[in-house]
């Protein structure tokens, strides 16, 4: 199947398709393969406590493809815990957005991948849910982790190719997924404390 | 001193501290004690694809403490690709918001452990940055991860209480967070596809 949708792909021609640039994205990958130190990125949030457990996370720079960036406007995002944990339900919980981080990260693949093969997408949906026991967190069982215990995500895509190639570009997305990298191989992550 | 820390705890009022009800952060996990099994939480979200790289995830409801929960309002989250990344940027990218995740995860933590220790805090900052090599999702190179390599978070916080143990709260609530247990040990993530 795989080597049939390439064939496919190269042969059709390059236009914006499903919303994407299908042409710049096309040349953009040429240009880093010419430049691979390109690829480079970092991105930084910088949060800030308001009350109770409502934090507030600025958005704003990032750098890569040799150099720095502003997003076109700056973010802000809220997070807070509800009211049967105890908080004022002012936001959604930190681990909700990392449901939502791998859910839109493999739907943003999703939208790419299928422009570069010449697939046209009328929908794309996905439900995620992850399942934690707050027993860890409370310190209450040494056996029970902070963190989910695992996570199920279900996609449901159409579009105008057969469902093998949809189901294909829905995986493709899946293997290249940053975020699906991160939340199931984890990353090491360092902690700094200026207190006083 | 973390024996220390306790005692002062122990001995103090427990009245609402930092914007959080102590009283009754205490009383539910008492109930928590007693009925183990209110622990078992599920968190949901469901993301629609709207174009090009955008998406937008919808959090409603989750399941908890023995029932049913709406948030208070349904909350609506979006995430985009950057114009470097041949996106629109009309929102963060899905990996920045894992940025939001950990920071807001261990902050919210963090104002809970010093209400619980009877400190009042006066400021809680962090600053938070992750590299990524985009070889990896580009495929174009097998050594290359998809996902960040690395995560770098530094914590600025003040309050009535000692450099030491302002320093022992954020400790607390990293060994706690639920968000930083996934980032750095991962889940299992099991997916699922209905195409056509």
Request: glycine fraction near 10%; proline fraction near 6%.
């Amino acid at each position: 199947m795989a080597p049939t949708a390439t064939q496919t792909a190269t042969r059709r021609p390059r236009l914006p398709l499903n919303g994407v640039d299908t042409p710049t994205l096309f040349g953009t990958l040429d240009v880093v393969k010419a430049q691979p130190d390109l690829a480079k990125f970092q991105f930084r949030a910088r949060n800030r406590w308001q009350n109770g457990t409502l934090s507030e996370t600025a958005i704003g720079t990032f750098s890569g493809a040799g150099g720095e960036h502003a997003h076109k406007t700056a973010f802000t995002l809220t997070a807070d815990h509800p009211a049967v944990l105890v908080g004022e339900d002012r936001a959604p919980l930190p681990i909700e957005y990392l449901l939502h981080a791998l859910a839109s990260c493999i739907t943003g693949g999703i939208a790419n991948i299928a422009a570069a093969r010449g697939v046209t997408l009328t929908e794309v949906e996905s439900r995620i849910e992850g399942d934690i026991d707050l027993l860890g967190i409370f310190g209450m069982s040494k056996g029970v982790r902070n963190g989910y215990q695992g996570i199920r995500v279900s996609f449901s895509i159409k579009g105008d190719a057969p469902p093998e190639k949809l189901q294909e570009i829905v995986e493709q997305s899946r293997a290249r997924s940053a975020v699906f990298d991160v939340l199931t191989n984890g990353v090491p992550v360092s902690m700094s404390v200026n207190a006083g």
